[in-house]
């Protein structure tokens, strides 16, 4: 008889998480997590950050060293890809016709870069920017002096900017709307990050669309139809991620940007649990239903991925927030923004470096945005969490201590 | 290798060898003890890794950032001795170091 097995597709953040919350919730079967990376799981935000610079190596990235899983009977393929999965024999199996029988299966398979299919786009020097490789194929290009134009005015684009520029490079960001960040902030956070970028002497420009690269071999310029070129050295393309359905799909789960998953984590086939940035699920703050592309929502949903295939009934509710670091400033996200109708700002976001927004739909906070500001996020979190009433304009003033927030709502 | 002790709410203790320049934060997750919950991999802006630190040893570590007072003062049931324990390197001096652990980290 086999004994039991949960197969976890994909060793990041979800699947790392996924198989330890297995063993802490009494899971005391085998597990496997494949992943087609050669590492164990690996924190991924300092990529665009420390482990650029080379403060960080990559032992430092891993979550949790190699002796820890061993401890606990965690078992890992790495550098594998799987080429489907076989849901009626309960197999999966692997791009060198092994198969591997499971009697549980999660999915967590996250997300790959979008590329950008223009001219000139193979050329040397044109890369992305989401895992250890990427990074290590960036960093011979690194050096002062040296022309680095970033594709994409969003975190990962900002993020590197900021990085590159610290690193003494040139550097401009190109982002095809008229301002960045534009898909999650308000006006005024883009009109921050290009204040504050432009003081540290990067170049932002909106509203251009790159159209190809040119260069012999290597790139040398960056094309944006009938505007100037931009030298560039190095270019890093960061403009958004797809996410990995490809093998639930074939499969048979119901995909619709990203796997389906319900409140526990369930696929379609209630057999077959998903977690991370390659799940779509419902949001009970929000009340519709997103894909979520950060490292809070890979782990949270993990635990309660893990929790369901041990026969408890979790549910995923849990408040999205994200954190993004560039120079000095440390941005808190807590809840989504979109939809708001009215932005409330405590502090001056044209000066100084330290302010939040507030962002309100229907006199309720839904999110907050806060720079430098960590009370204002972890007061806006319990806000929104608790649907709390709020006094805009004690809020707008900065000489009320944004906790007494708490205890007049 | 520094020893560092974590007391959990429920009583238990775990005396772990954590390695001299990791965190303290890194050294229960690694062993997979409850109680830290890490969210952010140690970069002092989740405050899911809230600590006390043993009234010994409390002068014995390097003081908080502003930015990890801030986060401190809005944990659940913050202490004199509230530390973010991902902000807490582990040093040969500090071998012997007892941390207790709170009920939750939310």
Redesign the interface.
């Known amino acids: 008889m086999t004994k039991s097995c949960c197969v976890i597709i994909g060793a990041s953040h979800a699947g790392g998480q996924l198989a330890?919350s297995l063993?802490?919730e009494g899971w005391d079967q085998k597990i496997l997590v494949i992943g087609d990376e050669p590492y164990l799981p690996y924190?991924r935000?300092?990529l665009s950050k420390t482990f650029l610079s080379g403060e960080k190596h990559v032992e430092d990235l891993l979550?949790?060293?190699e002796a820890?899983y061993e401890k606990?009977d965690i078992d890992f393929m790495l550098g594998q890809e799987v080429s489907r999965i076989d849901r009626t024999n309960n197999l999966v199996i692997l791009d060198n016709d092994t198969d591997i029988s499971y009697s549980s299966l999660a999915l967590t398979t996250g997300a790959r870069v979008r590329k950008l299919d223009l001219p000139g786009a193979d050329l040397k020097g044109v890369l992305y920017l989401r895992d250890i490789s990427n990074a290590e194929q960036i960093q011979p290009y690194i050096a002062p002096g040296k022309k680095a134009v970033i594709v994409g005015g969003g975190y990962i684009g900002l993020e590197t900017a900021a990085m590159l520029r610290k690193l003494g490079l040139e550097v401009t960001v190109l982002e095809t709307a008229d301002r960045v960040l534009n898909r999650v902030t308000a006006p005024e956070m883009s009109a921050f990050y290009t204040r504050i970028h432009e003081e540290e002497g990067v170049r932002i420009v909106t509203g251009a669309g790159v159209t190809g690269f040119a260069g012999y071999n290597r790139v040398r310029e960056v094309l944006c139809g009938d505007s100037d070129p931009f030298p560039a050295d190095l270019v890093i393309i960061g403009v958004g991620v797809i996410p990995n359905t490809e093998l639930a799909e074939e499969a048979g789960l119901d995909v619709d940007n990203g796997i389906c998953v319900d409140g526990q984590c369930r696929t379609s086939d209630p057999d077959i649990v998903a977690a991370g940035d390659c799940t779509n699920h419902y949001n009970a703050f929000y009340q519709c239903r997103l894909r979520l592309e950060s490292?809070?929502n890979a782990?949270d949903q993990a635990r309660v991925a893990a929790a369901t295939l041990c026969g408890k009934s979790n549910a995923y509710n849990a408040l999205p927030?994200f954190?993004s670091?560039q120079y000095d400033l440390?941005l808190?996200i807590a809840g989504l923004s979109n939809g708001y109708d009215e932005v409330v700002l405590r502090g001056d976001p044209g000066a100084g470096r330290k302010f939040s927004a507030f962002y309100f739909k229907n006199d309720q906070v839904i999110a907050v945005d806060a720079v430098?500001?960590?009370?204002e996020f972890?007061?806006g979190k319990q806000i929104i969490s608790k649907s709390l009433a709020v006094d805009k304009v004690m809020l707008e003033d900065t000489s009320v201590p944004i906790?007494s927030l708490l205890t007049n709502a | 290798m520094p020893v560092v002790t974590y007391i959990s709410q429920d009583g238990a203790i775990n005396e772990i060898e954590v390695t001299s320049g990791s965190s303290v934060m890194q050294g229960a997750?690694?062993?997979?003890i409850?109680g830290i919950v890490a969210?952010?991999?140690g970069?002092?802006?989740?405050?899911t890794c809230h600590c006390f630190v043993d009234e010994a040893w409390v002068e014995k570590i390097p003081p908080a950032s502003e930015?990890e007072k801030?986060?401190l003062?809005?944990?659940l049931e913050p202490q004199e001795n509230s530390r973010l324990s991902c902000q807490i390197k582990v040093t040969d001096e500090l071998d012997g170091l007892v941390v207790r652990l709170p009920e939750s980290q939310f």
Do not use: L
Request: charged fraction near 20%; charge should be negative.
């Open positions: 330890v063993r802490q924190n935000p300092p979550i949790r060293p820890q606990v490292v809070q782990m927030w954190w670091d440390k808190q430098n500001s960590p009370q972890m007061v906790k | 997750v690694d062993n997979m409850d969210e952010c991999g970069s002092c802006s989740c405050a930015m801030d986060m003062e809005c944990v």
